[in-house]
C-alpha cells in the first residue's frame, strides 16, 4: 500500500472523536496526515466539544481534548496532499466563512481527489459548492445544506452508523458510523488492510 498525505481541516470546538479517531487511524495504518487550522500554527491546539446522543431532540455537548494542529493552513499547499478529512462539530459553521478554507475544499474537489466528511463537516461541502449531483449523508440537521446544495440525500440509519460514498467522496452521520466511514475512505484511498 502506498502512503498517502492526508490533509484535515479543523477548528475550534470540532468533534472530538471525529477529529481525533481518523486522525489516529489513518495514522494506524502508515498514511501521513496533516491537522491543520486557519490561524493556528504546528504545536499549538483547537478545543474540541464531545458530542453525544443522550435522547434529546439534538446531541448534547461536553468539553474534549485539545487537539494538536501538526502544520500552518496559510504554509500548507493543498496540490501537496492525496486526501482531505472533514470532521464536524461546530468548526465547519465557520471555517465555511474563510475564502482560503472553501478554495482549498474546492482544490480536493475539482481534482477528483478523495474527501471524507462527517457529521456537520460537508458543511464545507455544500459552501464549497462541490456536491451537485453527488449522493451524501451527514448529521440530520444538515440535511437542508445536502438538498439545497443539489446533492442526492443518503439517510441516516437507525445508529448513525452508516456511511455514503459517492465517486471520491465518502460522507458519515456521526462517530458512531466511523468503522463504516473509514473503511469505505479506505477503499477510496486505494489502501488495503488484511486480517
Not at 439534538?58 to 468539553?63: A, F, I, V
Not at 444538515?142 to 440509519?157: F, H, L, M, Y
Not at 445508529?159 to 458519515?172: L, M, P, R
Request: glycine content about 8%; charged content about 20%.
Amino acid at each position: 500500500m502506498a502512503a498517502k498525505k492526508i490533509l484535515m481541516l479543523v477548528g475550534d470546538f470540532v468533534e472530538d472523536y471525529e477529529a481525533m479517531v481518523p486522525f489516529q487511524m489513518l495514522l494506524m495504518v502508515g498514511h501521513h496526515v496533516d491537522a491543520v487550522c486557519p490561524g493556528k500554527k504546528a504545536g499549538e491546539s483547537v478545543a474540541t466539544a464531545v458530542h453525544d446522543f443522550e435522547g434529546h431532540q439534538t446531541y448534547s455537548e461536553k468539553p474534549g481534548h485539545n487537539f494538536g494542529i501538526t502544520a500552518a493552513f496559510e504554509e500548507i499547499r493543498a496540490e501537496d496532499y492525496d486526501a482531505l478529512v472533514l470532521p464536524g462539530g461546530r468548526a465547519p459553521e465557520y471555517l465555511r466563512l474563510n475564502p482560503d478554507v472553501i478554495q482549498c475544499v474546492r482544490h480536493f474537489a475539482e481534482a477528483g481527489k478523495p474527501i471524507a466528511a462527517i457529521c456537520h463537516g460537508p458543511q464545507l461541502l455544500t459552501a464549497a459548492d462541490v456536491i451537485k449531483g453527488k449522493t451524501c449523508t451527514a448529521y440530520p440537521a444538515v440535511k437542508p445544506d445536502i438538498d439545497a446544495a443539489g446533492a442526492s440525500w443518503c439517510p441516516v440509519n437507525a445508529t448513525a452508523s452508516n456511511a455514503c460514498a459517492d465517486g471520491n467522496i465518502v460522507t458519515a452521520p456521526a462517530w458512531p458510523a466511523h468503522p463504516e466511514w473509514m473503511r469505505e475512505f479506505l477503499k477510496v484511498l486505494g489502501s488495503t488492510i488484511e486480517p
